[in-house]
């Protein structure tokens, strides 16, 4: 409410202001010997108060800065009655002090809004730059020329002091995931209620480089010793991943995670709630759900498994991912290369469907016709 106010008082010193404007541009068309019998009438009129010793009511700040200007314009001595002249030179002194006031605000003008963003932005997703860095960068790439000083002031609260990064902030939980996705391997559960409506909980690996689905399996009680176990049969076969992701689940108990490390692979765990840094296998097990568990219910473990694995084969080999180019993450061997050849498909050869998870999935391919 105190921040309204002197907006609301500016508001309405602009508009008497305007009013009086109007009132003096009206009268500027009107006649010589029509403004000099106006004047004199109403100085008729006043000299009734002054004799009847009448005391004026206080003047608000838009009369006083109306009659300043006035009296710009003419002798306003002669005219002045209902405050002294000292009264009305003091209240010229206070508006050329606010005026100058308003033209000698301290400080550097502020930088564009859209500015103000970019530097922002690029202090944000740059943590080791500093405010010579950001200011060099602007220069040399986009031709902005601003000071190193006040880019320090928009960079936020992730620079250290005299631009210097902060060392605690270090680079983002993303950007480490992005830079070692080749050799990261994520992993996490999921749940899914069966017919008799028992729990299972669904086990997924996912290589983030290649978006390959490593492992998918289902149990009914997800013990370390089972996740154990599913690691050993992941890490069993020749791979290149160095890293392995996951939660701050009990499950991943310490002597569990002793386990994994001697296999050869180090284990990250994520922030503590913070499920974004997992976000690979968190979309992977929103697209399960979406392409797969939200159309079955499982009459056991059995019956899921199977369904697990026919849908995992889909995900690896026929289903394109727009992260990969589109690509497949694990394209079956001899796949021929589709000709792209805008809308015509070639005339010697057939499209072919081929139905996944009865019918729930297509798989879509280029069959050469018979001579």
Known sequence: MQLVQPWVHLGRVVAALLTSLMQFLRASVRPRSALATENLFLRKQLALYRERQVKPRRAS??????????????AWREALTIVQPATLLRWHRNAFRLFWRWRSRPGRPRLPLELQQ????????NVTWGEERIAAELLLKLGIRVSPRPVRRYMGRGSGGRGKPSRASGQRWATFVQNHAQAVMACDFCVVV???????YVFVALEIGSRRLLHVNATAHPTAAWTLQQFREILAEPHGDGFVLHDRDSIY?????AAVTAMGVQVLRTPVQAPVANSYCERLLGTLRRECLDFLIPFGEAHLRRALLAWGLHYNRGRPHSSLGPGLPAPPPGLPAAPIAGHDRPRDMRVVARSMLGGL???????????
Do not use: K
């Open 61 to 74: 700040d838009p009369l006083r800065l109306t009659l300043v200007l006035l009296a710009r314009c003419f």
């Open 118 to 125: 970019l530097i922002a932005a690029m202090a944000q997703n």
């Open 194 to 200: 069966t017919a008799t409506l028992r729990i299972l």
């Open 253 to 257: 108990s310490p002597w569990l995670e």
């Open 361 to 371: 999935h297509h798989e879509y391919g280029l069959e050469r016709l018979a001579a």
